[in-house]
């Protein structure tokens, strides 16, 4: 996940933003090709730039210039490795303070090569994501908190914020991970009991915290098997 995590600027806003929200969307239509979107949701800094002003020149130009360089690399990455994969783009809405990636795929099995590509830095591949028999699958072998703080370690962080005496995972108290999945066929049933379904039947959203509560009884997770009608 180094690779993905920083490219998508999140280092030049930790200094203002208190919690950072993770967004992934992946739409499926009924021949199994579909889109993968995965966002960082920095609303929350709109209310930050207000106080600090001029300050939040932090998401300057010359920032951006070197996220958009990183960026077009990992693209190229995933073209240039998977065939299936298609229209790669940057997702970049500075209104609302919605930055990320997207690309299509032909098939389930590419979109898990991708996810493989970005996520998984271990060498072997993993089943993070599947579609067989309308059972759509996803898995995370890796917690999305164990991952991100991995990469908020001094070793991961750029040279820039190497130097500053702050433990940067600290800010992400109160962060979040929405995964929501789309569906051209109807859900009939999902395993994830904190799933929301909506859309007529078409669509599950379903939001955790990166640091979930000892104290719940019920560990939230984003793993889900969704059949399909």
Known sequence: MKKLF????????FLFSACLNLKEQIQVNKDGSGTYR?????S????????????ADMKSDENFSVIDEKQEQLFKQLEDSIQGIHNIKPVVDSINN????EFQFDKISDLNHALNLLFN????????VSLENNIFK?????????QVVGQLSKDNLPEELQAIPFDFSALLNGSTFTSEYIFEKNIKNVSNQ??????????????CPLFPNENDSIVCSNENIIELQ
């Open 121 to 128: 830095e271990k060498g072997q591949p993993i089943a993070f």
């Open 194 to 207: 904190k799933s929301l379904i909506g859309n007529q039947f078409k669509s599950v959203i379903t939001t």
């Open 38 to 42: 995965f966002l960082l949701d920095l």
């Open 6 to 13: 920083w490219c998508l600027g999140i280092a030049s806003v």
């Open 98 to 101: 919605l930055f990320g990636f």
């Open 44 to 55: 929350e800094f709109n209310a930050m730039t207000a106080m600090f002003g001029d300050m």
């Open 138 to 146: 996803r898995n995370y072998p890796t917690s999305i908190s164990d």
